[in-house]
Antibody, heavy 119, light 110 residues
Framework: QVQLQESGPGLVKPSETLSLICTVSGGSISGYYWNWIRQPPGKELEWIGYMYYSGTTNYNPSLKSRVTMSLDTSKNQFSLKMSSVTAADTAVYYC?????????????WGQGTLVTVSS | QSALTQPASVSGSPGQSITISCTGTSSDVGGYNYVSWYQHHPGKAPKLMIYDVTNRPSGVSSRFSGSKSGNTASLTISGLQAEDEADYYCTSYSTISTYVFGTGTEVTVL
């Protein structure tokens, strides 16, 4: 059973870069689409983007200029970097898998990690 | 790209049926049969309950069902149980290959 676990600093200063890692266990990272999704406090979920194991990416246009995703197959991990963060980037960040190019759902998800942007 | 609209809360007694709506536009819900639903107990990983509007993943109770009419998708929970108390979110594939989520619905079992 594939399980995902997010990790990274819980506190980031404004204007700095947020960095998170999602570790995949119980299965390979190869062959799937790996997504980041976030939920600011009191707000709806927001899709950030995905990275295919081959390196192809697709980012939410509203965040594209600040987002970079990467993948490390040797460690079965994929990562998110978001630059120039502000308080509006405070959120619970989730990683999730899409099974294939034709699957338009997310399964499984990680438990999420809270990132607070504050000085 | 606006969030899909869901009722903030829905409640029902054990054994009853409830329906959660998810309203979007022709650019998302109405334009594709790619609506999925997730159950979220706070502090836990969200769980896929329905995909592609009506399909139920293996292991998900048959008490959960999905449907769609026009720009509105719906999740119905039949035979409501205490364990169903959670937050529920819909999501839809959207134009320009993105995804939009619903505002979320808190389900309370009375």
């Amino acid at each position: 059973q594939v399980q995902l676990q997010e990790s990274g600093p819980g506190l980031v200063k404004p204007s700095e870069t947020l960095s998170l890692i999602c570790t995949v266990s119980g299965g390979s990272i190869s062959g799937y689409y790996w997504n980041w999704i976030r939920q600011p406090p009191g707000k709806e979920l927001e899709w950030i983007g995905y990275m295919y194991y081959s390196g192809t990416t697709n980012y939410n246009p509203s965040l594209k200029s600040r987002v970079t995703m990467s993948l490390d197959t040797s460690k079965n991990q994929f990562s998110l970097k978001m630059s120039s963060v502000t308080a509006a980037d405070t959120a619970v960040y989730y990683c999730a898998r899409r099974y294939s190019s034709s699957s338009r759902w997310f399964d499984p998800w990680g438990q999420g990690t809270l990132v607070t942007v504050s000085s | 790209q606006s969030a899909l609209t869901q009722p903030a809360s829905v409640s029902g007694s054990p054994g009853q049926s409830i329906t959660i709506s998810c309203t979007g536009t022709s650019s998302d819900v109405g334009g594709y049969n790619y609506v999925s639903w997730y159950q979220h107990h706070p502090g836990k990983a969200p769980k896929l309950m329905i995909y592609d509007v009506t399909n139920r993943p293996s292991g998900v109770s048959s008490r959960f069902s999905g449907s769609k009419s026009g720009n509105t998708a719906s999740l119905t929970i039949s035979g409501l149980q205490a364990e169903d108390e959670a937050d529920y979110y819909c999501t839809s594939y959207s134009t320009i290959s993105t995804y939009v989520f619903g505002t979320g619905t808190e389900v309370t079992v009375l």
